[in-house]
């Protein structure tokens, strides 16, 4: 049967909520990821170093049985300076949002005033934080994200040794951002490289595969594809699996997000393997990110197999992208 291994994969984008729903979804990722960046867009998003540490506890905690090393995040808001140094050890990145713009993201950031961000930004080029961004505006559902770009660049001019990660990229128009800047990176989706808007709303709804930002056009998953598949440099795996309970998703007033964390490294074989690129997946699925963030992860394999594996209806209270769909690669092991 034919295998793949991956070593050390990563994902450089994870929602893993709290409570109950923390401590049945974090050992899914914790299983078969070597580290995840996990996001702070809680209820009351993660703004305090006494907060950040605790929640890591309550990560570590919900998956005893692993290695998993979460990669933690604060919520981005202007801080000063000398917080900053106090928790610079303790995180990895810091995540912007847009005020508004998705899941728990009201206490965002309201105006892209350089002037106000200058302290907060200065510093985290000096100690070297990475600025990880949602990157739409509140327009169009469509353009949004096209029309973040010129805020990318404000960033990426006045910054310049500030990286700025383009996270969860749906759009041709950031594919071509990327190299425009020297300090611009980007993390890609499982699901974007599969959907567009029509598996979304072109026939029934499907509110399993709606998530911010939607899936876009044909010829954005194109774009996405050439620069995932080729495992450009500057583009590493980041699944933003963003697991709502069911009867969230399952209403009216869907919930934004789609649940992937168990299914990612079974769907990127088997997108890879279809474009006969399989060899770059490593590339895209852990040595870029460790080379951009300067992480080094601790040991591990998982071996994939080439076999069908059919996706369980739910995990808990929560219904994974493809539920009770068959894919081409399962997990044979981790070591
Ligand atoms: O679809 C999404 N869900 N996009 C986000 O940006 C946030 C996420 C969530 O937290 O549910
Ligand atoms: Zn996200």
Redesign the pocket.
Known sequence: MKKHILLMPLDMHL?LRDGVMLENIAPLTAYSFSGAVI?P?LISPITTKEDLVAYKERIVAAAPNDYFEPYMTLFYQNYDKNFLVDVAEEITAIKLYPAGI???SDDGVSSFDIKEMRPTLEAMSQLGIPLCI?GETDGFVMDREAEFMPIYELLAKNFPDLKIIMEHITTKAAVDMLDKYDNLYATITVHHLLLTLDDVVGGMMQPHLF??PIAKRPEDLDALLSIALEAHPKVMFGS?S?P?PCNKKESCGC????FTAPIALQLLCEIFEQFDKLDNLQTFVSDNAQGIYGICPEFKEVVLEKRPFVVPDAYSNVVPMYAGETLSWAIESVD
Do not use: E, L, P, Q
């Not at 919930?255 to 789609?258: D, L, P, T």
């Open positions: 929602h996001m867009n998705t899941t728990n949602h998530c911010k933003d963003a709502h919930a934004a997000g789609v």
